[in-house]
């Protein structure tokens, strides 16, 4: 025998995430044509059109939330390809 010993200890262990400038929650990325999707068959304002989150009713009545929202969904409508668009298309048509 080598003589080894252990001993467990916790050790804190930290996540990075992303914290979204439109509903300040904190998210993984998303692809733009699924938050495209999301976006289209939504209810306005109750997806977050920067993380594609679900927000609750007090940030969907925010209106700070509202703005950022409409101004991110105005970028993203100017950034979107037509193949991303298609595709935004071809996904709302499968769910």
């Not at 044509?33 to 009713?57: M, Q, R, W």
């Not at 007090?58 to 100017?78: I, P, Q």
Request: glycine residues 8%; proline residues 2%.
């Amino acid at each position: 025998m080598l003589g080894l010993t252990f001993k467990l200890a916790a050790h804190p262990q930290q996540t990075l995430a992303l914290e979204c400038s439109v509903c300040r929650s904190y998210m993984d990325s998303e692809d733009k044509s699924t938050l495209v999707a999301k976006l289209f068959g939504a209810k306005p304002f109750s997806i977050c059109s920067g993380c594609g989150t679900e927000v609750d009713e007090g940030t969907m009545k925010d209106r700070n939330y509202r703005s950022r929202w409409l101004r991110k969904l105005k970028r993203l409508g100017r950034s979107l390809s037509l193949e991303d668009r298609l595709e935004a298309l071809i996904q709302l048509g499968r769910n």
